[in-house]
């Protein structure tokens, strides 16, 4: 059989002896039929290339361009190395730059963070098979928490292409199975030209609100192989505008906020940018009503007069003195207005904690796209009137239609309302503050003092917290005044830990061009998964201030193993047992030097902590990571 | 009958701390770190979002015991007297009670920082 004339691909060249593939996918498989290969058979000669080919993968490049993606996070894989050299020889390693990962999952949960602060999505990709089991966990988290995330996998779907154990064991049949519960769309391209159009498609879908991860498989084969089809072009992106919600389910809002006695808004997800906090800031002050915030995004001032108290667990505020509750992109609706049985009772009840007759309004966008398989979208909301759409975009005619509603007389009782909210507002800050100075010099030191220390500190710079403070009992948005949508960014969606460090510096990545300083308060627990972020922190010089919470514990777990035990009557002493991180102490700051990233500590007397921030903010504003550690009340 | 109970369980813990001696701290903050107190309202009862403040706390130690046996729905799991005895108890409610009274918002500087 003579060998075909069409030019080499890479892949023959990398097979060497054991191949004799063509460029034409066709090729081989013929051969195959016709001269099965077997121990005693002679390999073929090994094939040329000239040098001169485009490989598929500089298309793809070319393609991936033109979404405007500034980085693509990355632990290497065979499977898509092709498209990795295309990226840093072909494209000359920018939009996107590469960003070197020690994990999958650091690769998602660092473009988690990074789309919370930039709103658009990073790259990540992976193996088909054992890159997206590492990276799945990270992105469910994106999935539940409503993030953008553009994953292109690695595979081999030709068994003709795949060689030896390695490759056959990272290919897959259908390679988005394992993550497509938890992403938004996903698609195998079988060519190049089908490669185009779904990498457009995949980012139109990923940012239409609901945003969302979105998966696109770039297959070795076609990566590797010389470019060969004819009339290859690039569909020109073109963005939807985000979901509105009805006009007449808008105007029966307006009126039920309008007639409302005391109404409320509980904001969930309901900002995605700072025209959304406007647009919320508008719309509280001209209902004078109270903004309960769950503080999944930065949503509203923490400092303005109509912000509902921090002082309780977000995700169940009091809402029991309200007759109309509004809730925008509120993730558990009916957790948010309902007790459940404690763990401390038998059996499961529930009872609303809204008071008899209070109405619900609902405004969320994630109804159109809700699945099956994970349970994130909540108990069934019996709310009075739904109105499906993005909170930001249906916020304005919202307004438009509360405005013209409003009477002399209703705006007289809304001013009285607001007045009594901020006095009320003024007494719980003032109490808080006084709250913040018990235990002010404890030892380990409380989570008010490293709170109040750091704001001291940071509160004239432009900075951005980018870690969620649930932990620290919500000391920071007790004690600080956020205001900017960069200022805080969420919690990770879906409860997984090990998003903290990775998330922060994406995060922390995104605010870099802006000159921001950024801080994590890092959890103990947390860091320990995939510490090896740290080193691609120091290694692209991402600037970030990381104040270890370190309380030596998987802290949640040991207090629901200390309720366990005592709800039986037994082993209370025992709480420790599996949830403990002590015994030996780990030296953070120990860990942070070995990835190369100036550190401080253990730090337990409080009065060390000012002039190791002063420190620390020091080296970050030189362009380096820097981390703290400081050993911590629980919460 | 529930209610009853509920009326009731004040005045036997009356009694029951009747027979315990006077509260000794340093037993109380070595009970109240090792049944785990701690966890939820902080090692020196500063409290937080996870259990309210106890450092000074205004209940009587009958009022304190009676709770910790039968805490409202929704707040803490009970520790019944198998696991803490009314000594224990009362040893913990010294200590929170030791614990020197905060440092007034006035005299802490970046307490006071305008946020507005």
């Known amino acids: 059989m003579s060998k075909p004339k069409e030019p080499i691909g890479r892949r023959g060249f990398l097979k060497g002896a054991a191949g004799s593939a063509a460029s034409l996918v066709a090729a081989p498989i013929v051969m195959a039929q016709q ?35 500034e980085y693509c996070a990355a632990n290497p894989g065979s499977s898509f190395r092709g498209l990795q050299e295309s990226f840093i020889n072909y494209g000359g390693n ?18 988690h963070g990074y789309a919370k602060i930039e709103g658009k999505p990073m790259m990540i990709m992976a193996h088909g098979t054992v890159g997206l089991q590492h990276a799945s966990m990270a992105i469910y988290n994106a999935y539940a928490d409503r ?141 004078q009503a109270t903004v309960k915030d769950q503080r999944m995004r930065m949503n509203f001032p ?40 404690p763990l401390n009772r038998f059996g499961m009840e529930s009872s609303a904690t809204t008071k008899p007759g209070a109405k619900i309004i609902s405004v969320s966008a994630i109804e159109l796209n809700h ?32 405005k013209k509603l409003i009477t002399g007389d209703r705006r007289r009782i809304m001013q009285e309302r607001g007045a009594k909210i901020a006095e009320a507002g003024r007494k719980w800050r003032q109490q808080h503050r006084d709250t913040a100075g018990v235990g002010w010099d404890a030892s380990p030191i409380s989570t008010a003092r490293l709170s109040a220390e750091l ?130 102490d780990i030296n953070y700051a120990s860990i942070a030097k070995g990835y190369g990233l100036y550190a401080e500590g253990p730090i337990t007397d409080p009065k060390d902590l000012a002039p190791a921030i002063r420190r620390g903010i020091e080296r970050v504003k030189a362009g380096e990571p820097v981390l703290l550690d400081v050993v911590t009340q629980p919460r | 009958m529930m209610k009853r109970l509920l009326w009731i369980l004040p005045f036997l813990a009356i009694v029951a701390l009747a027979q315990t001696r006077p509260g000794d701290i340093a037993n109380g903050k070595r009970i109240f770190m090792r049944n785990g107190c701690y966890q939820c309202h902080g090692t020196v009862g500063q409290g937080g979002l996870a259990g309210p403040r106890l450092a000074q706390t205004k209940l009587t130690l009958a009022g304190f015991t009676a709770y910790v046996r039968n805490p409202a729905p929704g707040s803490m799991p009970p520790f019944r007297a198998k696991v803490m005895s009314d000594q224990e108890l009362a040893d913990a409610y010294a200590y929170v009670q030791s614990v020197p009274p905060p440092v007034p918002p006035a005299d802490i500087p970046i307490l006071n920082i305008d946020t507005r």
């Open chain 1, 147 to 287: 993030v953008p995330m553009y994953i292109i996998l690695g595979n081999i779907l030709d068994v003709n292409y795949r060689r030896g154990n390695a490759e056959w064991v990272h290919s897959v049949q259908d390679a988005a199975s394992m993550a497509r519960d938890f992403v938004k769309w996903d698609d195998t391209p079988v060519t190049l030209g089908h490669f185009a159009e779904s990498a457009v498609r995949a980012y139109k879908i990923a940012m239409t609100p609901p945003y969302e991860p979105v998966i696109l498989v770039a297959d070795g084969t076609l990566q590797e192989e010389p470019t060969t089809e004819k009339n290859l072009r690039i569909p020109k992106l073109v963005m939807s505008a985000p979901p509105q919600g009805d006009t007449a389910a808008v105007a029966e809002a307006a009126r039920m906020l309008v007639a409302a006695e005391n109404p409320v808004i509980v904001a969930g997800r309901a900002a995605r940018t700072q025209k959304g906090i406007d647009l919320l800031i508008e719309l509280a002050e001209t209902l």
């Open chain 1, 371 to 402: 699945k099956s398989n994970y349970q994130d979208f909540g108990r069934y909301v019996e709310a009075d009137l739904a109105i499906t759409g993005d909170t930001e975009a249906t916020l304005p005619a919202l307004i438009e239609a509360v």
């Open chain 1, 455 to 584: 704001w001291a500190q940071v509160r004239n710079e432009d900075w951005s917290l980018v870690s969620f403070d649930r932990m620290q009992s919500s000391w920071p948005t007790r004690l600080w005044n956020f205001s900017k949508n960069y200022q805080y960014i969420g919690a990770q969606g879906g409860a997984g830990i090990g998003y903290g460090l990775p998330a922060a510096i994406g995060a922390a990545l995104a605010n870099r061009k802006h000159g921001r300083l950024t801080i994590n308060i890092q959890n103990d627990g947390d860091l320990n998964y995939a510490p090896g972020v740290l080193w691609t922190a120091a290694h692209h010089k991402i600037p970030l201030l990381n104040i270890m919470h370190n309380n030596r514990a998987y802290h949640e777990e040991r207090m629901y193993i200390q309720a366990f035990a005592a709800k039986f009557n037994r082993g209370v002493e025992n709480g420790d047992i599996g949830t403990a991180l002590n015994n030996p």
């Open chain 1, 302 to 341: 923490s400092a303005h007069p109509l912000y509902g108290d921090p002082g309780q667990l977000p995700q169940s505020p009091n809402l029991a003195e309200f007759d109309v509750i509004l809730g925008l992109e509120v993730q558990d609706f009916w957790g948010a207005t309902h007790r459940q049985t």
């Open chain 1, 35 to 69: 001269n099965p290969t077997s121990p005693s058979t002679a390999p073929a000669p090994t094939a040329q290339i000239t040098g001169n080919e485009k490989p598929g993968s500089d298309f793809m490049v070319d393609v991936l361009k033109s979404l405007d993606i």
């Open chain 1, 94 to 111: 920018k939009s996107p730059e590469w960003l070197t990962c020690c994990h999958e999952e650091s690769s998602a949960a660092m473009a």
